[in-house]
């Protein structure tokens, strides 16, 4: 079975700096990855995704992810936050041979105007 | 194009008590999920279905929560009798192949 760590609980920056957010995960078998966004009082959102080729993917709103196999890890980032980017971030994997997907506990980000 | 529906939005209930969760997923997305989010934590797979069948419900408590999708579209989500522990929100997702899962509002369970 598959887990997802998320390093960071809670993130606090200032607008315009830059963002890393941390997401391993331990799986044997091939991956597809994923980051989620859930704004105040909005459902879940996919910011991005990655199945398969260039293992830099870049997703709506500036945000992009990298995936290095070698780490098992598939950290977020943006080079300059606003505070619209207010939000709790959530780093899924499933198998690609099902798509049950595997939650981390998600990292809460406040950005400061 | 509409999104993933799910009524109602917040339920509040004693213990020992019964509740349903009714979701209608994306027009066309055969696959659909249940997942379990206690505050502080990502969501938790409760049971996924593909068409009207169960592909997936390890880790449903079957004991008390029951699910059912009879006609392929829509889906109902039953805890019977709830605990304590079951406050939580309750979202439904749906999928097509090759594809990300798109997730509803939620419902947001309190337990008395």
């Known amino acids: 079975a598959q887990s997802v760590s998320q390093h960071n609980h809670h993130v606090i920056l200032s607008e315009a700096a830059s963002l890393e957010l941390g997401c391993n995960y331990s799986y044997g078998g091939t991956v597809n990855l994923f980051w989620y966004v859930q704004y105040p009082g909005q459902h879940l959102q996919l910011l991005l995704k990655y199945f398969s080729g260039d293992p830099l993917v870049k997703g709506i709103k500036g945000f992009e992810a990298e995936f290095i196999k070698s780490k098992f890890s598939f950290n977020l980032r943006k080079p300059s936050v606003q505070w619209s980017d207010t939000a709790e971030y959530f780093c899924a994997v499933s198998a690609s041979s099902a798509r049950q997907l595997t939650f981390g506990s998600g990292t809460q980000l406040t950005v400061l105007p | ?112």
Do not use: M
């Open chain 2, 1 to 112: 194009e509409a999104g993933v529906a799910q009524s109602p939005r917040y339920k509040i209930i004693e213990k020992r008590q019964s509740v349903a969760f009714w979701c209608n997923p994306i027009s066309g997305h055969a696959t659909l999920y249940w997942y379990q989010q206690i505050l502080g934590q990502g969501p938790k797979l409760l049971i996924q279905f593909q068409n009207n069948g169960v592909v997936d419900d390890s880790q449903l408590p079957k004991d008390r929560f029951s699910a059912e999708r009879l006609k392929g579209v829509d889906s109902t989500l039953k805890i019977q009798p709830a605990k304590l522990e079951d406050s939580a929100v309750y979202l439904c997702a749906s999928s097509i192949p090759q594809s990300e899962q798109y997730f509803g509002p939620g419902t947001r369970l309190t337990v008395t």
